[in-house]
């Protein structure tokens, strides 16, 4: 007779004298993860080696489907997934979220995860023997003396004026934004009654990776996709926050300026009976423009 389910997880649970099964469903901010029980416990006395070792499974948190809970980022839990399998970190080529996801890492008490993703000393000593050796004869002998102080301030003045104007140059850059969501308002038998106004479910962004990004940063939702190069468009992008004069201000903000726009709308009944109220629901894009 074959077995169960619940038979099978007993039995997993019986040969490797662990209480959890060997395969192990997570819901991570929202995101479902499934892994081996061996992958999470793959680094001693961190935290998920803490929960799936130390703890019983009824002392941990589930959500409504029995999966276990995380309240942390379920983008970059992927990646924290990824180096528990083999110790080993890849990120894509375009990854501004590295800071992010070494905060991630220390939450789950990744140290060696951590110190990868840590700014190198290093680099910024070769920056400053590179600035050191080309300055002027003055500039050099201020940096062979005692006053280090001071070329450490001009240093700070350097770095700081040359990443403005790198910023400056970088949201100069053209193109084309455009801005869509998908609202519904109910209108009651009394014409003048709005039971709901322009709920907005998601704000969607369509256009270049890069000024997507530029524009919005933190309040960017890119976890539909992730990978995409800077330089490459996508239209699965969507904003963390529903109120669309917030995403016109950031658009403001930074140089964009509004040239078109469209709305579509379709009308419908609650019910077969025409004197109950009306459900329309409208689509609506604003093209914005940087030149």
């Known amino acids: 007779m074959a077995m169960t389910d619940t038979e099978r997880e007993s039995s997993n649970r019986a040969e490797s ?6 395969i192990i469903e997570l819901n991570v901010g ?8 061996i992958t999470l416990v793959a680094v001693p006395d961190s935290l998920l080696w803490t929960m799936f070792s130390k703890k019983a499974p009824k002392d941990l ?14 983008f970059l839990f992927r990646y924290i997934l990824d180096y528990l399998r083999d110790l080993n970190l890849v990120l894509p080529d375009y990854f501004p979220e590295k800071s992010r996801l070494q905060r991630e890492a220390e939450f789950f008490q990744l140290r ?4 990868r993703l840590s700014p190198r000393m290093s680099k910024e000593n070769s ?4 600035i050191c050796q080309s300055d002027t004869e003055e500039g050099a002998l201020q940096c062979g003396t005692g006053s280090s102080s001071v070329g450490m301030e001009t240093l700070r003045k350097m770095t700081a004026m040359s990443s403005a104007r790198s910023q400056s140059l970088e949201s100069r850059k053209s193109g084309y934004i455009t801005i869509g969501y998908r609202g519904s ?3 009651g038998r009394d014409i003048q009654t709005d039971a709901k106004f322009r709920r907005v479910a998601r704000i969607t962004v369509c256009g270049k990776t890069s000024l997507a990004k530029e524009v919005f940063g933190d309040t960017l939702n890119d976890s539909r996709d992730p990978d995409r190069p800077p330089e490459r468009y996508t239209s699965r992008y969507y904003l963390k926050f529903n109120f669309l004069e917030q995403a016109f201000d950031k658009l403001t903000e930074v140089g964009f300026h509004m040239v078109a726009c469209s ?6 009944y609650t019910s077969n009976d025409p004197n109950e109220d009306k459900i329309w629901t409208s689509y609506n894009e604003y093209v914005f423009c940087r030149d």
């Not at 004298?17 to 060997?22: D, I, L, R, V």
């Not at 929202?30 to 029980?37: E, S």
């Not at 920056?127 to 590179?130: A, L, R, T, V």
């Open 30 to 37: 929202g995101q479902v993860y499934v892994t081996r029980h």
């Open 112 to 115: 060696d995860l951590s110190k």
């Open 17 to 22: 004298g662990s209480p959890f099964s060997e």
């Open 61 to 74: 948190a589930r959500d409504g489907k029995g999966r276990y809970f995380l309240d942390r980022d379920g």
């Open 185 to 187: 308002y109910t209108i």
């Open 127 to 130: 920056i400053n023997e590179e």
């Open 263 to 268: 709305s579509t709308g379709t009308c419908a």
